[in-house]
């Protein structure tokens, strides 16, 4: 939890892109930035005097990423792609706080999240310039067919897929 929480002092400080790569990384994910380049070890992110890329894709795939962290989203201009595969810590909770980056994602994928249940998949609504969602081996979900025909009901533009 401690390493999930935003510190709003850092974020105002080093920037929402730093304070969110830290979050990610400090966690065992993965970011890619604009520029291309992607990173997986927190030891590697350039000395704070430096700026960074901005951050255009998270990769919370088997890592401790969870609701508390998602507030770090916020403010991160170019974010369009999240993955949360095989995440025990992803639930119903962290699925309201996609919220945070609604206004630029373009691409969410949530699978093997067994803590994910129909309430959460359908929170996935919120987000409004979304065009692919992936959605498959959530055991969490009762019916995930519903869940695609409902958020394919409320989000028109949104290619929803998975099995």
């Not at 939890?1 to 979050?23: H, S, V, Y």
């Not at 962290?94 to 206004?103: F, H, Q, T, V």
Request: aromatic share 8%.
């Amino acid at each position: 939890m401690m390493f999930n929480k935003p510190d709003q002092e850092r974020i105002k400080t080093l920037g929402p892109d730093r304070a969110c790569a830290e979050w990610v990384l400090r966690n065992g994910g993965k970011v890619t930035w604009s520029n291309g380049k992607q990173l997986a070890d927190y030891n590697l992110l350039p000395p704070e005097s430096q700026s960074v890329p901005k951050v255009v894709t998270i990769d919370g795939s088997e890592s401790s990423i969870s609701h508390y962290g998602f507030a770090h989203l916020s403010g991160c201009t170019m974010l369009q792609r999240i993955i949360l595969h095989d995440n025990k810590y992803i639930d119903d909770r962290a699925m309201k706080g996609l919220e945070y980056g609604k206004d630029t994602l373009e691409f969410v994928q949530v699978s093997k999240c067994y803590n994910v249940t129909d309430v959460g998949v359908k929170e996935i609504k919120l987000l409004t310039k979304l065009k692919t969602l992936v959605l498959f081996n959530l055991s969490g979900v009762s019916d995930l067919e519903e869940c695609k025909q409902y958020l394919k009901s409320q989000m028109p533009n949104c290619k929803v897929l998975g099995n």
